[in-house]
């Protein structure tokens, strides 16, 4: 017999999705991927009537509905006008949304919990307002988590099985694996693509990559509120200084606290932002919840939005080189040679000049954005290339799956020198050590990769 991929995912689904608690969620990660175009876009409202979302609409700075100038179709009929998202049916009202006029021209309401289908959604006027529902797998693939955040420290059931399967039976698992995690990822940029623009979306990713593990959301989130194509409208000066004050990280004493040669930049960034201020400030509910905890100085989120701030300096140019085939030189050149007069020598708005430039996006960070946006919106064209890439050494995350799949990194060194094997690894380790919260005892991966040992893996 022959085996797929697809073919465990199927067979192992009914462990997968075993769930014993109700999962939480963050309302703002929500928010964000409804804006990124990450869910399905026909619904039934409350009252059974087809809604097609045509516009997630623009994220609202001011009081009032998250969302403003979105455009749905009610039963084939276009309405324009401000969404609202809830966790729960019951905060429109909670939350004083039906006393406030600023809520009053809502077209839809969508929440994630509906405990009482006879509730509705009212305005101040008592207009009704549409409410759905989002389906809780629509949310999980939106979101793009698994269940757990880490599976056992030690080795699984399925360790054996993998171990001891041929060296091209597991090529090709890695190799399925690989595309497949590939293949999530292009159409999770497709979706915001075809929503806004295939600028928007890079400007997103990008943003996004340049968050690393801790400050993904809150960059990617000021990527959504601070759209490019809005962005460029403004001059270079004025765009950095939108960016750092739309982020929070300006405040109007910040030059006197600052060494003093870097005084007069920072009191000419807070002038700057004062004239755009009451445009793009955010309400302290949407304030990006920056941390930087456990984090390096060169990875601090304030030079990190300083390399999106030059990134955004040469975005023509970086949104035509993206367009090119891989292997996307010119875009990595002018990437990894972004610049900027006090960058170049700073860590943080406040922190010392440097003796020593420092590159503001470095070639590891560089190949992690290229594999994980543009290399898999070709993959389905140009496999080889992608299978070509070599990567560093592996960090804690592989060290962790290859441990967990293969019992040892001795054992799983043959495996680990691409980045489609990291990549492999890392989407083996999603799809069948953190769905399963039974904590491997009732997981069918082991059995299924044990048919493997007298089958051929199709490719």
Same mark, same amino acid.
């Given at each position: 017999?022959?085996?797929?991929?697809?073919?465990?995912?199927?067979?192992?689904?009914?462990?997968?999705?075993?769930?014993?608690?109700?999962?939480?969620?963050?309302?703002?990660?929500?928010?964000?991927?409804?804006?990124?175009?990450?869910?399905?876009?026909?619904?039934?409202?409350?009252?059974?009537?087809?809604?097609?979302?045509?516009?997630?609409?623009?994220?609202?700075?001011?009081?009032?509905?998250?969302?403003?100038?979105?455009?749905?179709?009610?039963?084939?009929?276009?309405?324009?006008?401000?969404?609202?998202?809830?966790?729960?049916?019951?905060?429109?009202?909670?939350?004083?949304?039906?006393?406030?006029?600023?809520?009053?021209?809502?077209?839809?309401?969508?929440?994630?919990?509906?405990?009482?289908?006879?509730?509705?959604?009212?305005?101040?006027?008592?207009?009704?307002?549409?409410?759905?529902?989002?389906?809780?797998?629509?949310?999980?693939?939106?979101?793009?988590?698994? =269940?757990? @955040?880490?599976?056992?420290?030690? +080795?699984? $059931?399925? !360790?054996?099985? *993998?171990?001891?399967? &041929?060296? /091209?039976?597991?090529?090709?698992?890695?190799?399925?694996?690989?595309?497949?995690?590939?293949?999530?990822?292009?159409?999770?940029?497709?979706?915001?693509?075809?929503?806004?623009?295939?600028?928007?979306?890079?400007?997103?990713?990008?943003?996004?990559?340049?968050?690393?593990?801790?400050?993904?959301?809150?960059?990617?989130?000021?990527?959504?509120?601070?759209?490019?194509?809005?962005?460029?409208?403004?001059?270079?000066?004025?765009?950095?200084?939108?960016?750092?004050?739309?982020?929070?990280?300006?405040?109007?004493?910040?030059?006197?606290?600052?060494?003093?040669?870097?005084?007069?930049?920072?009191?000419?960034?807070?002038?700057?932002?004062?004239?755009?201020?009451?445009?793009?400030?955010?309400?302290?509910?949407?304030?990006?919840?920056?941390?930087? =905890?456990? @984090?390096?100085?060169?990875?601090? +989120?304030? $030079?990190? !939005?300083?390399? *999106?701030?030059?990134? &955004?300096? /040469?975005?023509?140019?970086?949104?035509?080189?993206?367009?090119?085939?891989?292997?996307?030189?010119?875009?990595?050149?002018?990437?990894?040679?972004?610049?900027?007069?006090?960058?170049?020598?700073?860590?943080?708005?406040?922190?010392?000049?440097?003796?020593?430039?420092?590159?503001?996006?470095?070639?590891?960070?560089?190949?992690?954005?290229?594999?994980?946006?543009?290399?898999?919106?070709?993959?389905?064209?140009?496999?080889?290339?992608?299978?070509?890439?070599?990567?560093?050494?592996?960090?804690?995350?592989?060290?962790?799956?290859?441990?967990?799949?293969?019992?040892?990194?001795?054992?799983?060194?043959?495996?680990?020198?691409?980045?489609?094997?990291?990549?492999?690894?890392?989407?083996?380790?999603?799809?069948?050590?953190?769905?399963?919260?039974?904590?491997?005892?009732?997981?069918?991966?082991?059995?299924?990769?044990?048919?493997?040992?007298?089958?051929?893996?199709?490719?």
């Amino acid at each position: 017999m022959t085996m797929s991929y697809q073919h465990l995912l199927k067979e192992t689904t009914p462990s997968a999705l075993q769930q014993t608690t109700h999962p939480l969620y963050n309302e703002i990660e929500i928010q964000s991927h409804w804006f990124s175009g990450h869910f399905p876009s026909h619904y039934t409202d409350n009252l059974g009537q087809n809604i097609n979302i045509i516009s997630p609409g623009e994220w609202n700075h001011g009081p009032g509905p998250d969302f403003i100038n979105a455009t749905i179709e009610i039963d084939q009929i276009k309405h324009h006008g401000p969404i609202e998202l809830d966790l729960h049916a019951q905060d429109w009202d909670h939350h004083g949304h039906r006393d406030s006029a600023h809520f009053d021209n809502v077209i839809l309401h969508i929440t994630l919990h509906n405990p009482d289908p006879t509730h509705f959604t009212r305005t101040s006027k008592n207009r009704h307002i549409p409410r759905i529902v989002l389906d809780p797998e629509d949310i999980n693939h939106a979101l793009g988590k698994p =269940r757990l @955040t880490q599976a056992l420290a030690r +080795p699984g $059931r399925c !360790l054996t099985p *993998l171990a001891n399967l &041929s060296h /091209d039976n597991i090529q090709n698992l890695l190799q399925q694996a690989a595309q497949h995690r590939a293949k999530l990822k292009a159409n999770r940029f497709n979706q915001t693509k075809k929503l806004h623009s295939f600028s928007q979306a890079l400007w997103e990713h990008l943003a996004d990559s340049l968050g690393y593990s801790n400050n993904r959301l809150p960059m990617r989130l000021l990527a959504q509120r601070l759209p490019i194509q809005k962005l460029l409208k403004y001059a270079a000066d004025d765009r950095e200084a939108i960016l750092f004050g739309t982020a929070g990280f300006l405040h109007p004493d910040l030059h006197q606290k600052a060494p003093t040669e870097s005084q007069q930049y920072l009191q000419a960034l807070w002038t700057r932002w004062w004239k755009h201020r009451q445009n793009h400030e955010s309400r302290p509910s949407l304030s990006p919840d920056w941390t930087a =905890r456990s @984090t390096r100085p060169g990875n601090h +989120p304030q $030079r990190r !939005l300083a390399a *999106l701030v030059a990134a &955004s300096n /040469d975005w023509n140019n970086l949104t035509s080189f993206a367009l090119e085939p891989a292997p996307f030189k010119s875009l990595s050149q002018t990437l990894t040679h972004l610049t900027h007069p006090f960058w170049d020598h700073h860590h943080t708005l406040r922190s010392r000049k440097t003796d020593t430039p420092i590159k503001l996006i470095g070639k590891s960070r560089l190949n992690e954005f290229l594999i994980n946006t543009l290399y898999p919106l070709n993959i389905e064209d140009d496999w080889p290339t992608y299978q070509s890439l070599t990567t560093s050494a592996p960090n804690q995350k592989i060290k962790r799956c290859a441990e967990r799949l293969f019992g040892s990194l001795t054992k799983a060194k043959p495996h680990l020198k691409f980045a489609w094997q990291h990549q492999a690894l890392l989407q083996i380790y999603q799809d069948f050590c953190l769905e399963d919260l039974s904590d491997c005892e009732s997981c069918r991966f082991p059995q299924q990769l044990a048919n493997i040992n007298t089958s051929r893996f199709q490719t």
